[in-house]
């Protein structure tokens, strides 16, 4: 089965810092779709930010963009000017290269933003 | 687009009762996915369809839980009976084979 790390429970940024969340995955496939979502603590999973692996040129969706090293099989995300609204849980999901429509999401790393 | 619609966002119910949960997905949407998130095991995918069928099912914790999508625009999770480890927020999302889109969960507490 397809596996996804995110080797960073917990992260804090002080506020208009920039912090980059880290994930790592498994896959075989050579063209499929990556994802970040973000959990506030209201519980709605929104979607960031999304990388198609064929694509050369990293994501950017203001604030936040993505380190997409396909070889390394790795997808950071990185907030820029960080705002007290992005603390959140964060969460890498590729898609499941053997499930189409399927994704894959990681343990989530746990955002805290310091006014 | 409203959006992924769940119902009820809060549920408690009692150990040994049947429990449903409803899910109206995005209108055109063809895949039909349910979550369960706990603290303790994160974001697990129970089942999910395409087209109105299960296409993988396998995430479904044991013969209590089922699930149904009896048409494009409607799913339903049951659990019969209900026990307390089941108590956790219940996803659906929806998606056109890209990027899911979530409802707002439901929270289910089992006592």
């Known amino acids: 089965a397809q596996t996804v790390t995110q080797s960073q429970p917990e992260m804090s940024v002080q506020e208009a810092e920039t912090v980059t969340l880290s994930c790592t995955y498994d896959t075989s496939e050579s063209d499929y779709y990556l994802f970040w979502y973000k959990q506030p603590p209201s519980r709605q999973m929104i979607l960031v930010i999304r990388?198609?692996?064929?694509?050369?040129q990293n994501a950017t969706e203001n604030r936040f963009s993505v380190n997409f090293q396909k070889a390394a099989k790795s997808f950071s995300l990185k907030i820029s000017d960080s705002q007290l609204g992005d603390a959140a849980m964060y969460f890498c999901?590729?898609?499941?290269?053997?499930?189409?429509?399927?994704?894959?999401f990681g343990k989530g790393t746990k955002l805290s933003v310091k006014p | 687009d409203a959006g992924v619609i769940q119902s009820p966002r809060h549920e408690v119910t009692e150990m040994g009762q049947e429990v449903t949960l409803r899910c109206k997905p995005i209108?055109?949407?063809?895949?039909l996915f349910w979550y369960r998130q706990t603290m303790m095991r994160g974001l697990e995918l129970l089942i999910y369809f395409n087209n109105n069928v299960p296409i993988d099912d396998s995430g479904m914790p044991e013969d209590r839980f089922s699930a149904k999508m009896p048409n494009a625009s409607f799913s339903t999770l049951k659990i019969q009976p209900s026990e307390p480890r089941d108590s956790a927020v219940y996803f659906c999302a929806s998606s056109l084979g890209i990027e899911q889109f979530f409802g707002p969960g439901t929270r289910l507490t089992v006592l």
């Open positions: 990388q198609e692996a064929y694509k050369q």
């Open positions: 209108s055109g949407h063809d895949y």
């Open positions: 999901a590729p898609e499941d290269g053997g499930s189409q429509g399927n994704l894959i």
